[in-house]
């Protein structure tokens, strides 16, 4: 069935590193990801998106990674800031005859420490 | 241009009432999805509308309920609360046609149920 999980609850980096956020998912024929960011009291925030047809894409310091071979999706922050800081979503939407349905992971809490 | 708007934001209603929550996409945006947030089970897809019509579904009870209007504007109803029923309910708008995929959410709607 469609799922999508993540590696870790929690990430804790230092100001000024990089951080990857890991993503596993299960449906094989999903063709398209997305990365959500979530602070507190807001909803997702749309990071950046890749198709299947691509292995990488960059974004303004976020890079989103994709192995379609281990279906494996990891988002890359570069340069964190104390902004950073929220819970990060990916999710898969196979698109089934025109129709939209997200699967979301469970998500990744990221704590930039000063 | 205006983002996902979602009214009212927080709401606190009894065992056995009903209630409707409404969303207003971004201007141009056909498709609106709604999904439920808690913190166990995550973020799950309840239905997506497109042109008045309900294009997909997910794994929830008849209780909840959807429509979309003309203007594209989408309300849900969930009937006969129950406890569980308490979480964050996001809808969030695309344009819905294959090749633009980008779902924007609102801010949601906080549902407290006693």
């Known amino acids: 069935g469609e799922s999508v999980g993540l590696h870790l609850p929690t990430l804790s980096v230092q100001e000024g590193d990089n951080s990857i956020i890991n993503c596993a998912y299960s449906n094989s024929a999903s063709d398209y990801f997305i990365w959500y960011k979530q602070e507190s009291g807001k909803g997702p925030q749309f990071i950046i998106d890749i198709r299947s047809n691509m292995d990488k894409r960059q974004g303004q310091r976020v890079t989103v990674l994709l192995n379609k071979t281990v279906k494996h999706l990891s988002l890359q922050i570069a340069a964190t800031q104390p902004g950073d800081s929220a819970v990060y979503f990916c999710a898969e939407n196979p698109w089934v005859e025109g129709a939209q349905k997200l699967v979301f992971g469970q998500g990744t809490r990221l704590t930039i420490n000063p | 241009k205006a983002g996902v708007t979602q009214t009212p934001r927080y709401l606190i209603k009894t065992r056995g009432q009903q209630v409707t929550l409404s969303c207003s996409p971004i201007?141009?945006?056909?498709?609106v999805s709604w999904y439920q947030q808690t913190p166990g089970q995550g973020l799950q897809f309840l239905f997506e509308y497109f042109s008045e019509t309900q294009r997909n579904k997910g794994n929830f009870p008849g209780r909840f309920s959807g429509r979309q209007f003309s203007n594209s504007r989408s309300e849900m109803n969930v009937s006969t609360l129950e406890l569980g029923d308490s979480a964050l309910y996001l809808c969030?708008?695309?344009?819905?046609?294959?090749?633009?995929?980008?779902?924007?959410f609102g801010p949601g709607t906080r549902l407290t149920v006693t």
């Open positions: 969030a708008s695309s344009h819905g046609q294959a090749g633009s995929y980008e779902q924007y």
């Open positions: 201007s141009g945006h056909r498709s």
